[in-house]
Nanobody, 120 residues
Framework: QVQLVESGGGLVQAGGSLRLSCAAS????????MGWYRQAPGKRRELVAM????????DYANSVKGRFTISRDNAKNTVYLQMNSLKPEDTAVYYC?????????????WGQGTQVTVSS
């Protein structure tokens, strides 16, 4: 099993920055990629950014490219999301995700979520 603990959410003014952290524990060696998702009121949960745990390749939603950066510290079993130039539309609950296995046996583990609120 994998457990995820998120931190770093809060209230910030438009144009400001926040850094989210996600610490993984448990069967961490089974994780092949981690990511951040968000869900705003009345909207579906959407992928924000992801990173592979081995090669470090990344992917971002078009809405956050150039503003958000995902990174990881494998020694600390932690993934970060640096959010710059925040906009009110970035307001959402942000969830950390860890994926284990491939194709037929893959499974996702989720954190509890952390609220990010951007005021105009």
């Amino acid at each position: 099993q994998v457990q995820l603990v998120e931190s770093g959410g809060g209230l910030v003014q438009a144009g400001g920055s926040l850094r989210l952290s996600c610490a993984a524990s448990g069967s961490i060696n089974s994780i092949n990629r981690m990511g951040w998702y968000r869900q705003a009121p009345g909207k579906r949960r959407e992928l924000v950014a992801m990173i592979t745990t081995s090669g470090g390749s990344t992917d971002y939603a078009n809405s956050v490219k150039g503003r958000f950066t995902i990174s990881r510290d494998n020694a600390k079993n932690t993934v970060y999301l640096q959010m710059n130039s925040l906009k009110p539309e970035d307001t959402a609950v942000y969830y950390c995700d860890a994926r284990v296995g491939y194709v037929f046996s893959q499974k996702d583990y989720w954190g509890q979520g952390t609220q990010v609120t951007v005021s105009s």
